[in-house]
């Protein structure tokens, strides 16, 4: 364990139940009390969960640095964690999600019984959030940039690998529609260098982050950083269920520009903080 100023840092490896390695660092005050709220951040999908991570490992120091007890972790297949992208999908990562809460909770079950539990997901992350809740037992539910529709998601994905790709696959002509036939036909596509699979796509075209905050089981919180200001009518349509709300907040897409964006993102971050800080009052 690592000390910085008056905060801790751990860092590891947990299996989760499929016997995968999954990598976790905890961020903390020092000397916490045991009543302190506690985070739990699920990051982006494939290549946005590279671009996001340190964005969301400078809010996990900002919790931290407020008083809040902050677990983030990598999926299986992403970051440091073991397992392959091209075999699983949603399900898989979902109980990812649910392995690390209950390793958390039962390695901390002294300190944090009674001490409420936010998670915090990132786009795809939020969908992974919000299909947890339940089980892990969240009071709370905060979702930054949320993917409202999982379809669409996937369609944006396809759409940018073809944009960026090198003059050879262009001159193949393939098309977005080709490529998610080929995933409907069973086959791995490969996305910005990330192997994805039919249990990728028949969990992402039937995702839908509405349904999954209609049946939410604790209030949920939504940020979104829109460049003009302006919050997409999806998501403003999502106020009408009770317990939710939605803010927009100053910000960039950080999840693509990855090197390119400010990693502070500190309106962003601050409301988070903030509304976390509401727990504990």
């Not at 039962?106 to 786009?123: D, E, F, H, W």
Request: hydrophobic share 45%.
């Amino acid at each position: 364990m690592k000390r910085a100023d008056d905060m801790t840092y751990e860092a590891g490896f947990i299996r989760n139940r499929r016997g995968h390695a999954l990598f976790y660092a905890e961020h903390a005050p020092a000397n916490a009390s045991p009543s302190i709220p506690r985070c739990l951040i699920c990051a982006p999908l494939l290549e946005e969960h590279n671009a996001a991570r340190g964005v969301l490992v400078n809010l996990a120091r900002a919790l931290a640095a407020s008083g809040v007890r902050v677990m983030r972790f990598d999926y299986t297949g992403h970051g440091d964690s073991e397992g392959h992208t091209s075999t699983i999908g949603l399900g898989e990562w979902c109980d990812d999600v649910e392995d690390v809460a209950w390793w958390w909770q039962s390695r901390t079950r002294k300190l944090a019984a009674a001490s409420p539990m936010r998670v915090i997901g990132c786009r795809a992350g939020a969908l992974l959030a919000a299909m947890a809740a339940r089980t892990v037992g969240a009071d709370r539910l905060t979702a930054w940039c949320p993917v409202i529709d999982g379809r669409t998601y996937l369609r944006d994905l396809l759409r940018l690998t073809l944009l960026v790709a090198p003059p050879a696959a262009k001159a193949e002509r393939t098309t977005r529609d080709a490529l998610e036939g080929r995933l409907a036909l069973g086959e791995s596509v490969n996305v910005f260098g990330w192997e994805i699979g039919p249990s990728f796509y028949r969990s992402v075209v039937t995702a839908s982050f509405a349904r999954l905050v209609e049946q939410a089981p604790c209030p949920v919180e939504i940020f979104d950083t829109g460049a003009t200001g302006r919050l997409p009518p999806e998501l403003t349509a999502l106020e009408r269920h009770a317990g939710v709300t939605v803010h927009s907040v100053a910000g960039s897409t950080f999840w693509i520009e990855g090197a390119r964006t400010d990693l502070q993102q500190e309106a962003l971050v601050g409301a988070t903080v903030e509304a976390v800080a509401a727990d504990a009052a």
